[in-house]
Structures are given as structure tokens and as C-alpha cells.
């Protein structure tokens, strides 16, 4: 398996647009978890997923933050409107269960908002 | 409520020499344990784990972890780090109910020649 998949690598945008990243968790893992690391506030989970329903959503921000997993192969978080506050890396992640098996974590998408 | 915390937040120490990266966690039930380490760039990948069992844990590249239950601890050891080792180092567990790691704020540690 090519590991959990993250689209795009980079991301620059202006205030006020759309931001929609995306990921593709490794096949036949039933939790997906979506991370954001800043300097500040280190990693912080936003949202995480058991079977594509969402679990918990209490790390998200704020209203303009959804995420959504249509299958158990897909998953995106988008961002409307962006502010250059959201600037950050996010982590998507996913596991075959949770407790004692380990996350797998994507290379991360680097959103900068000007 | 459940946590983990760091206490340093970056350590740098000179290549051949030992390390050890502090992690501390708060939780009335049991858990497991974690270290994850970033390279610059890069996403986070497991380099130990405790479930059960011995209370020392080895992981990849050198390192290990010893679990403490009475001091709520799971201290990240190696005894000659390299400067390949630079990197972010996270300390994260699993606790009780939440389906979800927990992870410290990271520790930077920074090897030199």
C-alpha cells in the first residue's frame, strides 16, 4: 500500500477562498483522523471518522470548517472562507482500530492563506 | 481530563552522546502509549509503542521507552544519538472511551557534530 495519500502538498490562497484538501486513507483502515499543526498550538485533531461517520468534531474550529467521508476510501476537509489564521499543516490519518494499533499519517498539506 | 505533557520543549545535545526526551501523561484509566517522530517535512511515523507486558519498550533506530505507571511517565531513551536523529519527537496515548491519540505539544531535538 502507498500509505495514506494527502492532495495537494502545498496550498496558497487568498483570504476568503475555498480551501478543499484531501486524503485518501490506507485501504481496509477503519478510522480517519484529520490533524493541524501550527506553532503554537502544536498538533490538534479537528475531526475523526469510524467507518466514514463522523465520531467526534469538537476539534473544529470553527463553522467554516467541514469535513466529510463520502466512502472508505476518500475523505476532505475544506475551509470557507479562509482566513490567514488557518494557515497551518494539516495531517490526515488512519488505523485499522484504535487503542493498540498505530496511526498512519500522511505527508501533510501546507496551507498558507495570504 | 486526559493529557500528555512534554516538558521540553527542545533539546539539543552533541552527536555520540545519550538522550533522553521527558513525557508525562494524565489519565484514571489505563493506556497505551506512544512515540512518534517528524523529519523536517515530513508526516509522523511511530517509532514505539507500549501495550502490555514489559515495561521497557524498544523501538526502530536505537531508541527505547520505559513505561512508569507510579509516576505516570514514558521517557523516550537513546544511548548515542546521530544527527540523522534531528527531528521532532510526540508523545501520545490512547485513553479509556476517546477513539482518538492524544498527543503532546513535541520535543525538537536538535543533534550536533
Known amino acids: 500500500d502507498a500509505g495514506v495519500i494527502q492532495s495537494p502538498r502545498h496550498e496558497v490562497t487568498e483570504m476568503g477562498q475555498e480551501v478543499t484538501l484531501r486524503c485518501k486513507p490506507i485501504s481496509g483502515h477503519d478510522y480517519l483522523f484529520w490533524y493541524r499543526q501550527t506553532m503554537m498550538r502544536g498538533l490538534e485533531l479537528l475531526i475523526y471518522?469510524?467507518?466514514?461517520?463522523?465520531?467526534?468534531d469538537s476539534g473544529m474550529p470553527e463553522d467554516r470548517f467541514s469535513a466529510k467521508m463520502p466512502n472508505a476510501s476518500f475523505s476532505n476537509l475544506k475551509i470557507q472562507p479562509s482566513e490567514p489564521r488557518d494557515s497551518a499543516v494539516y495531517f490526515c490519518a488512519s488505523s485499522h482500530s484504535t487503542g493498540d494499533t498505530e496511526a498512519f499519517f500522511g505527508q501533510g498539506t501546507r496551507l498558507t492563506v495570504v | 481530563a486526559q493529557s500528555v505533557t512534554q516538558l521540553d520543549s527542545q533539546v539539543p545535545v552533541f552527536e555520540e552522546a545519550p538522550v533522553e526526551l521527558r513525557c508525562n501523561y494524565s489519565?484514571?484509566?489505563?493506556?497505551?502509549l506512544f512515540w512518534y517522530v517528524q523529519y523536517p517535512n515530513q508526516g509522523l511515523q511511530l517509532l514505539l509503542k507500549?501495550?502490555?507486558?514489559?515495561?521497557l519498550v524498544k523501538g526502530i533506530n536505537g531508541f527505547e521507552a520505559e513505561f512508569n505507571k507510579s509516576q505516570t511517565s514514558f521517557h523516550l531513551r537513546k544511548p548515542s544519538v546521530h544527527i540523522s536523529d534531528t527531528a521532532e519527537y510526540f508523545c501520545?496515548?490512547?485513553?479509556?472511551?476517546?477513539?482518538?491519540?492524544?498527543f503532546g505539544k513535541g520535543t525538537k531535538l536538535s543533534v550536533k557534530p
Open positions: 507500549y501495550l502490555s507486558g514489559s515495561t
Open positions: 489519565s484514571s484509566v489505563s493506556v497505551y
Open positions: 471518522f469510524n467507518n466514514n461517520v463522523p465520531i467526534d
Open positions: 501520545a496515548f490512547y485513553g479509556g472511551s476517546q477513539g482518538n491519540l492524544i
